[in-house]
């Protein structure tokens, strides 16, 4: 059974995240400060907020269709 | 501007984030396609569900309808008609048409709210997250040209 959209997005986000912190073990320059407060943290920030979204939408996608499996 | 004695990065772990932003942008895009496919087939199945129930209710209630009028005809020659089976089978009918619009108006709602973040989500993927891959291989770009300048005089 494949998994949920939502498990993928979390997983994808997992990722990401860690190559963020493996590139940033040796960049520790200005680019460095700026890139994260330019995209980075906008790019984590929106990503996790439609996670969240996606995550509690489809939770009452499932509760809609076992409710109503008579 | 930064100075290249203030450059302190490792190019291979960039590269790297960079392709890994690229492949989290597609990732992404398809989760966002799955997700939008499964609201779509829960309101789909929903309203297939409704459909087969509306459908029974009203067999439900031409079989309640027969059976009373039979039952009056029976009353009249001095018997007595039942139709609490039918009467029953028509609630019912009734009670899980109820349910399922409940439900749909709640999807209805629930999808209605998630376009938004899904939207700017997009967004993100199809505006920003470009933006940011193509920032980051300029540094990298930067950094390589920077460092090929350093070698002849180190």
Sequence with gaps: ?????????ERLLRVIEAAWHQAQQDW???????????????VIAESRLYLRALRECLDIMNTAERDTDF | MTGVA???ADIDALRELADA???FRHGQREVADRGDHEIEATRASLETKASRWRSLLVRRQAALNACQMSAARDAGAGAAGDCHAEQAAVREAQERLVRIRRWQQRVDEEAGAFRGTAGRFRDLLDLDLPRAEHHL????????A???LRVPGT
């Design chain 1, 1 to 9: 059974m494949p998994d949920r959209p939502d498990e993928d997005a």
């Design chain 1, 28 to 42: 520790r320059d200005d680019m460095a400060g700026r890139f994260d407060r330019v995209h980075w943290a906008p």
């Design chain 2, 6 to 8: 203030d450059i302190h």
């Design chain 2, 21 to 23: 932003l690229t492949r």
């Design chain 2, 137 to 144: 291989r300029a540094v990298i770009a930067g950094l390589e």
């Design chain 2, 146 to 148: 920077s460092r090929r």
